[in-house]
């Protein structure tokens, strides 16, 4: 649990003392306003623009960044493929936009807290209990996925190097098996950490007292 949590990164800036729910907001908005830009000149200055966000974070911000690099193939992979069915622009567009949005997501992620995360989250999410739903628990699994991506990239990566410290050869089958056999491990302690914490499965009803004879 500790380590889904440890990707709030504390500090005084502005986008800390935002609220969760206006940061939220704007990442929506961001995301809508994002998807259709097709220059790629454009998307290199956004991309410039949230990393000088990163920066003034200091290096923690930048290290943050580098979290990210195990990203890269699957970036270079949509690159080829885009620039294969399309043309060498749309392909630099595909991946400077989806390194844009995730570089904008992270940045919510790491300037607020989980439960202020839960707490706004909740709030859109209230409606549905006229549906038998808890808001409180499906904030609690939105803000657990906003957490779980970058920490399944570090296990990654970690996972990756030390692969590539014993073995000259690329990582294959195995790196896989290992690294889905970790995070089933680290989603059972989450789920086993919510159970103490009162979050598990609601509790059955008490059966009916039985009628005296």
């Given at each position: 649990m500790?380590?889904?949590?440890?990707?709030?990164l504390s500090?005084?800036?502005?986008?800390?003392?935002?609220?969760?729910?206006?940061k939220?907001?704007?990442?929506?908005?961001?995301?809508?306003?994002?998807?259709?830009?097709?220059?790629?000149?454009?998307?290199?200055?956004?991309l410039a623009a949230v990393v000088l966000v990163y920066a003034g974070f200091g290096r923690r911000g930048l290290l943050r960044i580098l979290e990210w690099r195990s990203l890269l193939p699957l970036l270079a992979i949509i690159f080829v493929l885009q620039v294969w069915a399309a043309s060498l622009?749309?392909?630099?567009?595909?991946v400077l936009r989806i390194a844009v949005m995730v570089l904008i997501a992270d940045l919510v992620t790491l300037s607020t807290r989980m439960q202020d995360m839960m707490d706004a989250l909740a709030v859109p999410l209230k409606p549905l209990a006229r549906f038998g739903l808890d808001p409180e628990r499906l904030s609690l699994a939105v803000a657990l996925v906003l957490r779980f991506v970058p920490v399944l990239l570090e296990s990654w990566?970690?996972?990756?190097?030390?692969?590539?410290?014993?073995?000259?050869?690329?990582?294959?089958?195995?790196l896989i098996g290992a690294f889905f056999s970790g995070a089933l491990g680290?989603?059972?302690q989450v789920a086993e950490a919510l159970d103490a914490r009162g979050f598990g499965m609601p509790d059955k009803p008490a059966p009916p007292p039985r009628p005296n004879p």
């Amino acid at each position: 649990m500790a380590a889904v949590i440890a990707g709030y990164l504390s500090g005084p800036s502005l986008l800390h003392r935002l609220p969760a729910g206006v940061k939220l907001v704007a990442l929506a908005v961001l995301s809508v306003f994002i998807l259709p830009i097709g220059d790629p000149l454009i998307l290199a200055c956004v991309l410039a623009a949230v990393v000088l966000v990163y920066a003034g974070f200091g290096r923690r911000g930048l290290l943050r960044i580098l979290e990210w690099r195990s990203l890269l193939p699957l970036l270079a992979i949509i690159f080829v493929l885009q620039v294969w069915a399309a043309s060498l622009s749309v392909a630099a567009a595909s991946v400077l936009r989806i390194a844009v949005m995730v570089l904008i997501a992270d940045l919510v992620t790491l300037s607020t807290r989980m439960q202020d995360m839960m707490d706004a989250l909740a709030v859109p999410l209230k409606p549905l209990a006229r549906f038998g739903l808890d808001p409180e628990r499906l904030s609690l699994a939105v803000a657990l996925v906003l957490r779980f991506v970058p920490v399944l990239l570090e296990s990654w990566r970690g996972r990756e190097e030390a692969w590539r410290a014993r073995s000259p050869r690329r990582p294959g089958l195995v790196l896989i098996g290992a690294f889905f056999s970790g995070a089933l491990g680290t989603a059972d302690q989450v789920a086993e950490a919510l159970d103490a914490r009162g979050f598990g499965m609601p509790d059955k009803p008490a059966p009916p007292p039985r009628p005296n004879p």
